[in-house]
Protein backbone atom coordinates (compact mmCIF):
# COMPACT_ATOMS: atom_id res chain seq x y z
CA UNK A 1 0.00 0.00 0.00
CA UNK A 2 1.16 3.64 -0.73
CA UNK A 3 -0.34 6.54 0.89
CA UNK A 4 -0.07 8.75 -1.79
CA UNK A 5 -0.60 6.42 -5.03
CA UNK A 6 -4.41 7.06 -6.67
CA UNK A 7 -4.90 3.50 -6.99
CA UNK A 8 -4.41 2.40 -4.23
CA UNK A 9 -6.75 5.47 -2.45
CA UNK A 10 -9.37 4.18 -5.17
CA UNK A 11 -9.02 0.64 -3.93
CA UNK A 12 -9.40 1.44 -0.32
CA UNK A 13 -12.60 3.33 -1.40
CA UNK A 14 -10.79 7.00 -0.03
CA UNK A 15 -11.11 8.60 -3.45
CA UNK A 16 -14.51 7.51 -5.51
CA UNK A 17 -14.50 5.32 -8.64
CA UNK A 18 -17.76 3.61 -10.32
CA UNK A 19 -16.47 0.24 -9.15
CA UNK A 20 -17.09 -2.79 -11.25
CA UNK A 21 -15.62 -5.70 -9.32
CA UNK A 22 -13.59 -6.13 -5.98
CA UNK A 23 -12.54 -9.03 -4.24
CA UNK A 24 -9.77 -9.73 -1.92
CA UNK A 25 -6.58 -9.49 -3.98
CA UNK A 26 -8.27 -6.76 -7.14
CA UNK A 27 -10.12 -3.78 -7.92
CA UNK A 28 -12.03 -3.09 -11.13
CA UNK A 29 -13.18 0.10 -11.83
CA UNK A 30 -14.47 2.05 -14.95
CA UNK A 31 -11.47 4.42 -16.34
CA UNK A 32 -12.55 7.96 -15.52
CA UNK A 33 -11.16 9.59 -19.36
CA UNK A 34 -12.96 6.11 -21.50
CA UNK A 35 -11.21 5.66 -24.88
CA UNK A 36 -13.53 3.28 -25.92
CA UNK A 37 -17.19 2.55 -25.20
CA UNK A 38 -16.25 0.46 -22.54
CA UNK A 39 -12.83 1.03 -20.94
CA UNK A 40 -12.29 -0.82 -17.56
CA UNK A 41 -8.81 -0.84 -15.64
CA UNK A 42 -8.40 -3.80 -13.42
CA UNK A 43 -5.66 -3.29 -10.41
CA UNK A 44 -4.07 -5.70 -7.49
CA UNK A 45 -4.89 -4.08 -4.20
CA UNK A 46 -1.52 -4.22 -3.26
CA UNK A 47 0.66 -1.76 -4.08
CA UNK A 48 3.48 -2.39 -7.14
CA UNK A 49 4.49 0.31 -9.45
CA UNK A 50 4.84 -1.24 -12.36
CA UNK A 51 4.86 -4.45 -14.28
CA UNK A 52 8.40 -4.79 -14.41
CA UNK A 53 8.17 -4.64 -10.31
CA UNK A 54 6.98 -8.15 -10.25
CA UNK A 55 9.03 -10.89 -8.71
CA UNK A 56 8.50 -14.30 -8.27
CA UNK A 57 6.79 -14.05 -4.93
CA UNK A 58 3.73 -12.09 -7.06
CA UNK A 59 3.32 -15.41 -9.42
CA UNK A 60 -0.56 -16.12 -8.28
CA UNK A 61 -1.73 -12.75 -7.24
CA UNK A 62 -0.30 -12.23 -11.45
CA UNK A 63 -2.59 -14.88 -12.23
CA UNK A 64 -5.23 -13.99 -10.66
CA UNK A 65 -5.42 -10.73 -11.54
CA UNK A 66 -5.69 -11.90 -15.57
CA UNK A 67 -7.94 -14.13 -14.68
CA UNK A 68 -10.29 -11.84 -12.87
CA UNK A 69 -10.09 -9.36 -15.46
CA UNK A 70 -11.26 -11.77 -17.87
CA UNK A 71 -14.00 -12.14 -15.31
CA UNK A 72 -14.46 -8.58 -15.32
CA UNK A 73 -14.91 -8.46 -19.09
CA UNK A 74 -17.44 -10.93 -19.12
CA UNK A 75 -19.67 -9.26 -16.83
CA UNK A 76 -19.14 -6.08 -18.98
CA UNK A 77 -20.81 -7.77 -21.74
CA UNK A 78 -17.40 -8.16 -23.68
CA UNK A 79 -17.30 -11.63 -23.87
CA UNK A 80 -18.97 -12.67 -26.87
CA UNK A 81 -16.97 -9.97 -29.76
CA UNK A 82 -13.80 -9.57 -27.44
CA UNK A 83 -11.89 -6.91 -26.12
CA UNK A 84 -8.19 -5.16 -26.14
CA UNK A 85 -6.17 -5.68 -23.14
CA UNK A 86 -2.95 -3.62 -22.07
CA UNK A 87 -0.60 -2.76 -18.95
CA UNK A 88 1.73 0.08 -20.21
CA UNK A 89 4.86 0.07 -18.29
CA UNK A 90 6.59 3.32 -17.79
CA UNK A 91 7.56 6.16 -19.63
CA UNK A 92 8.08 4.68 -23.19
CA UNK A 93 4.99 2.43 -22.42
CA UNK A 94 2.87 5.23 -21.79
CA UNK A 95 2.30 4.37 -18.34
CA UNK A 96 0.98 7.54 -16.31
CA UNK A 97 -0.43 6.19 -13.07
CA UNK A 98 2.33 4.10 -11.23
CA UNK A 99 0.24 1.00 -9.91
CA UNK A 100 -0.58 -1.99 -12.18
CA UNK A 101 -3.43 -1.38 -14.27
CA UNK A 102 -4.64 -3.98 -16.76
CA UNK A 103 -6.98 -1.89 -19.18
CA UNK A 104 -9.97 -3.31 -21.28
CA UNK A 105 -11.27 -1.71 -23.66
CA UNK A 106 -14.16 -3.10 -25.99
CA UNK A 107 -17.66 -2.50 -26.96
CA UNK A 108 -16.33 -1.08 -30.64
CA UNK A 109 -13.91 -3.14 -32.73
CA UNK A 110 -10.59 -1.31 -31.29
CA UNK A 111 -8.28 -1.83 -34.51
CA UNK A 112 -5.41 -2.94 -35.22
CA UNK A 113 -2.12 -2.02 -32.91
CA UNK A 114 -0.90 1.15 -33.99
CA UNK A 115 2.32 1.88 -31.79
CA UNK A 116 2.69 6.16 -32.60
P1 LIG B 1 -1.83 4.57 -17.97
O1 LIG B 1 -1.53 5.65 -18.96
O2 LIG B 1 -1.06 4.75 -16.68
O3 LIG B 1 -1.68 3.19 -18.53
O4 LIG B 1 -3.36 4.68 -17.64
C1 LIG B 1 -3.88 5.41 -16.57
C2 LIG B 1 -5.37 5.47 -16.76
O5 LIG B 1 -5.94 5.88 -15.54
C3 LIG B 1 -5.81 6.45 -17.84
O6 LIG B 1 -6.58 5.77 -18.83
C4 LIG B 1 -6.63 7.48 -17.06
O7 LIG B 1 -7.75 7.95 -17.78
C5 LIG B 1 -7.03 6.72 -15.83
N1 LIG B 1 -7.23 7.56 -14.65
C6 LIG B 1 -6.39 8.55 -14.20
N2 LIG B 1 -6.88 9.09 -13.08
C7 LIG B 1 -8.04 8.43 -12.79
C8 LIG B 1 -9.01 8.58 -11.74
O8 LIG B 1 -8.89 9.40 -10.83
N3 LIG B 1 -10.08 7.73 -11.79
C9 LIG B 1 -10.24 6.80 -12.78
N4 LIG B 1 -11.33 6.03 -12.72
N5 LIG B 1 -9.35 6.66 -13.78
C10 LIG B 1 -8.26 7.46 -13.79
ZN1 LIG C 1 -0.73 2.06 -5.41
Known sequence: MSDDCL??????GEIPSKKIYEDEHVFAFHDINPQAPVHA???PKRHIATLDDLTEADRELAGHLLERTTHV????GL???????????RSHGGQEVYHIHVHILG???IGRMVCT
Not at 7 to 12: D, L, Q, T, Y
Not at 73 to 76: D, K, V
Open 7 to 12: FCKIAR
Open 41 to 43: LVI
Open 73 to 76: AREL
Open 79 to 89: GQNGYRTMINT
Open 107 to 109: GRP
